[in-house]
């Protein structure tokens, strides 16, 4: 099992641009389908993200599809997302999530949780 720990939320306007990180502890880092996921006041939790093990396959949700992107270096057991063109509707709290298997975009099937990182962003 890993223990994730996000940070480089913050607050920032409108169109501009915010790199979130997330450290991996524990062994075998490399064995993890990596996502990403976000959570505003009053909505589900939704997915945003996703990279395979060995970062050759990437998905994204529609919404953030072109403006942000998901990276890992698995040297360093980390993951990172990129986000640039910073909408409002993009503001809550982010989270990273590790899986076993797939490349799954339903926020049950990942097993391992950070505790995420506020991203707000004004008009």
């Known amino acids: 099992q890993v223990q994730l720990v996000e940070s480089g939320g913050?607050?920032?306007?409108a169109g501009g641009s915010l790199r979130l990180s997330c450290a991996a502890s524990g062994r075998a880092f490399s064995s993890y389908v990596m996502g990403w996921f976000r959570q505003a006041p009053g909505q589900e939790r939704e997915f945003?993200?996703?990279?395979?093990?060995?970062?050759?396959?990437i998905d994204y949700a529609d919404s953030v599809?072109?403006?942000?992107?998901i990276s890992r270096d698995n040297a360093k057991y980390t993951v990172s997302l990129q986000m640039n063109s910073l909408k409002p509707e993009d503001t809550a709290v982010y989270y990273c999530a590790a899986a076993l298997a797939g490349m799954?975009?339903?926020?049950?099937l990942y097993n391992y949780w950070g505790q995420g990182t506020q991203v707000t962003v004004s008009s």
């Open 104 to 108: 799954p975009s339903d926020r049950t």
């Open 65 to 69: 599809k072109g403006r942000f992107t």
């Open 10 to 13: 913050g607050l920032v306007q």
């Open 48 to 57: 945003v993200a996703a990279i395979s093990r060995s970062g050759s396959s």
